[in-house]
Antibody
């Protein structure tokens, strides 16, 4: 059974940092692209960042460029999102998702982890 | 960036009725790389349709997708109580892989 489990969400002050993790199991992790998607309170889904199977292709949405860094460790079956210079508008549930290729549909999702940016 | 506009914002229907959800793209979605997801509160989003018209594994055949270019449709032929949720379209033909703003399907 495919499982994606996010962790690392927390309450953090504006300007602070946080590192999210996503532990994958039940599939061949290093054959899949991975993504982070967020949902702010009372808002829709927003794709934040994506990374190809070998980290050769990485993309971040404009609102997080220069602040967030996506990475993966295929040996640990794990995906990460380093979040720096956090802003109140980054408050959201953060989901990790997998796709068979970088330009692919998101076939599996985690349950999400909550990031709250507030003083 | 490809902007996806979903309509209507909210759809109020009764179980057993037919639901038609629309997703319009600001430019052509190459290779019909468009998906539909169902999202319920407190749950992970669930893939329903990929490549515009292919049902994901385990998705009931009352869900169907159609369209190409800039206009796409998700149809639920006969609504079941568990179908009431928020539905999102997403294109993955170009980065960023944008989502529509969602259509809330609510019980009338």
């Amino acid at each position: 059974e495919v499982q994606l489990v996010e962790s690392g969400g927390d309450l953090v002050q504006p300007g602070g940092s946080l590192r999210l993790s996503c532990a994958a199991s039940g599939f061949t992790f290093d054959e899949y692209a991975m993504h982070w998607v967020r949902q702010a309170p009372r808002k829709g889904l927003e794709w934040v960042s994506g990374i190809s199977w070998n980290s050769g292709t990485i993309y971040n949405v404009d609102s997080v460029k220069g602040r967030f860094t996506i990475s993966r460790d295929n040996a640990k079956n794990s995906l990460y999102l380093q979040m720096n210079s956090l802003r109140p508008e980054d408050t959201a549930f953060y989901y990790c998702a997998s796709s068979g290729s970088y330009y692919g549909h998101f076939d599996s999702w985690g349950q999400g982890t909550l990031v709250t940016v507030s003083s | 960036e490809i902007v996806l506009t979903q309509s209507p914002g909210t759809l109020s229907l009764s179980p057993g009725e037919r639901a038609t959800l629309s997703c319009r793209a600001s430019q052509s979605v190459l290779s019909s790389y468009l998906a539909w997801y169902q999202h319920k509160p407190g749950q992970a989003p669930r893939l329903l349709i990929y490549d515009a018209s292919n049902r994901a594994t385990g998705v009931p055949d009352r869900f169907s997708g159609s369209g190409s270019g800039t206009d796409f449709t998700l149809t639920l032929s006969r609504l079941e109580p568990e179908d009431f949720a928020v539905y999102y379209c997403q294109q993955y033909s170009r980065s960023p892989h944008t989502f529509g703003q969602g259509t809330k399907l609510e019980i009338k």
